[in-house]
């Protein structure tokens, strides 16, 4: 196989521990164990149902048009994304990533854009938000549903984004075939 055939790895991270600014920092976030749960269930029911964050079926990251790129990569069979998690605390010295998945074209892997559309209700003045998903408003999406399918309690998901602006779209990377 010539070089330029190669698949190409992307390494995509997942927290072993929630971050130090997180109220639980340090506690075990369980993501390696609900990723497996969703691929497990994905083989076993064809679309796969998420299951009230027991299961982490996608993560939020930032840089849409980076993650776009690798995704559609990924999709035309020349790149996998290396799902992995420090041993130990990341980036320290002596310390290595350990490969938890690897996930091609065929494993479901694909990417929303996730927005915030805010607004402020004209008939009792309340502020309310909107999820869209690519761009289309999605009225019966709830917060509720996008923490837990990303493996978290709403509680939990609001403090991990603390400070994230959703002005621009973020990008869900999806590990199975499930899709909002």
Not at 4 to 32: C, R
Not at 130 to 157: H, R
């Amino acid at each position: 196989m010539e070089k330029k055939d190669q698949i190409k790895v992307y390494v995509l991270m997942l927290s072993k521990e929630f971050p130090k600014e997180h109220p639980k920092a340090g506690e075990q976030t369980g993501f390696k164990e609900k990723l497996e749960l969703a691929l497990k269930a994905q083989q076993q029911l064809e679309d796969c149902p998420p299951a009230s964050g027991m299961m982490k079926v996608h993560t939020i990251r930032t840089n849409l048009e980076r993650w776009s790129r690798i995704i559609q990569k990924v999709q035309e069979g020349k790149a996998v994304i290396s799902v992995r998690q420090w041993n130990g605390r990341p980036y320290e010295k002596g310390n290595v990533q350990v490969e938890l998945f690897r996930l091609g074209k065929d494993d479901g892997i694909g990417m929303q854009a996730l927005s915030v559309m805010e607004y402020t209700d004209s008939e009792d003045g309340v502020e309310r938000a909107v999820y869209c998903i690519d761009g289309k408003p999605m009225p019966m999406l709830t917060m509720k549903q996008i923490a837990e399918n990303d493996g978290l309690a709403v509680e939990d998901w609001k403090e991990w984004f603390t400070g994230m602006s959703f002005v621009e779209s973020l990008p869900i990377i999806h590990f199975t075939k499930f899709r909002y």
